[in-house]
């Protein structure tokens, strides 16, 4: 909040490993392997376009069962 204080315009980046780990930690055990791979899919992308397809069906394929993972993953 502090950061956010002083740089009210600043864009923040969070690290990958972070994101994935937090992610997971709100995943139902069962569920985790999956849901991790399919987020390699999204950030080891070739290409934008191809990270953004594969976010797509990562989105359709999750957000029913995890919308508030789903959506921080759509905010970044």
């Known amino acids: 909040e502090a950061?956010?204080?002083i740089y009210p315009k600043a864009d923040v980046?969070?690290?990958?490993?972070h994101k994935v780990r937090n992610t997971l930690?709100?995943?139902?055990?069962?569920?985790?392997?999956?849901?991790a791979e399919d987020l390699k899919l999204i950030y080891r992308a070739p290409n934008?376009?191809?990270a953004l397809q594969m976010f797509q069906q990562f989105e359709s394929k999750w957000s029913s069962?995890?919308?508030?993972?789903?959506?921080?993953?759509?905010?970044e």
């Open 3 to 5: 950061f956010k204080a």
């Open 65 to 75: 069962k995890y919308p508030r993972e789903v959506q921080s993953w759509a905010n």
């Open 48 to 50: 934008k376009e191809m």
């Open 25 to 35: 930690n709100r995943v139902r055990k069962k569920d985790q392997f999956e849901v």
């Open 13 to 17: 980046q969070r690290c990958v490993v």
